[in-house]
């Protein structure tokens, strides 16, 4: 069964905690992805995994980071987490050529209050 | 670099009623036209994608587009709507090896009686 699974789904923080979200694909795709999704604004990407321990920066890295150590398993972290992080993020998993079609989760609604 | 914009971030049509969805591609090189939809509370899932070969294109749920490269046009299409397609759907957009999809602001679809 192809699957991406998001945990949490719903994560309620304050402003300056620490926020671990975590993403599995059962697909043993090499590429992995985290995009956040705000209204009026899409989705955008924040960092791409091309396999374990190879991590690019996307378009809006500041403030986040990843860690991909299995390759069926990827992490965001905010370290001290801002309330402009307060949003909808979405992990997603692709084969590796860019023809490819992106499988996502279900999305993990994050507040920082 | 690739790029898309979607000029209608909401549109409006009765059931039964036909529907094109519109997307601006700006790209270089042999794009990679995707379409994906977004069911309330749920991940993106794809719907259209083109690269390569038949212009003409089957979707799922009854939709179909057709790349225009003259145009840069790859706009779904679909004869007789239904309230399950009211969703938000996105148009991406990549490139060749080593791109990731860049995604557009939505198309909110709202299907009434």
């Known amino acids: 069964d192809m699957k991406v699974t998001q945990m949490p789904r719903y994560l309620i923080k304050r402003m300056g905690e620490n926020v671990l979200l975590e993403c599995g694909q059962d697909m043993s795709h090499e590429t992995m992805y985290w995009y956040r999704q705000d209204p009026g604004l899409g989705l955008q990407l924040i960092y791409i995994s091309y396999d374990v321990d190879s991590n690019s920066e996307g378009d809006i890295p500041k403030g986040y980071r990843v860690s991909r150590k299995k390759r069926e398993h990827f992490s965001l972290i905010l370290d001290s987490a801002k309330t402009n992080q307060t949003s909808v993020y979405f992990c997603a998993s692709s084969l590796a050529q860019s023809q490819n079609t992106l499988y996502f989760g279900a999305g993990t609604r994050l507040s920082v209050l | 670099a690739q790029s898309v914009t979607q000029p209608d971030a909401r549109v409006t049509v009765s059931q039964g009623a036909s529907l094109q969805l519109r997307c601006k591609y700006s790209y270089s090189g042999t794009p990679y036209l995707f379409w994906y939809v977004q069911y309330p509370r749920q991940g993106l899932q794809l719907l259209l994608k083109?690269?390569?070969?038949?212009?003409v294109v089957q979707g799922v749920n009854g939709f179909e587009a057709e790349f225009s490269k003259s145009n840069s046009s790859f706009h779904p299409r679909k004869a007789s709507v239904h309230w399950s397609d009211s969703a938000v759907y996105f148009c991406a957009v990549s490139r060749n090896s080593g791109t990731y999809q860049r995604f557009g602001t939505g198309t909110k679809l709202q299907v009434v009686p």
């Open positions: 083109y690269y390569s070969g038949d212009p």
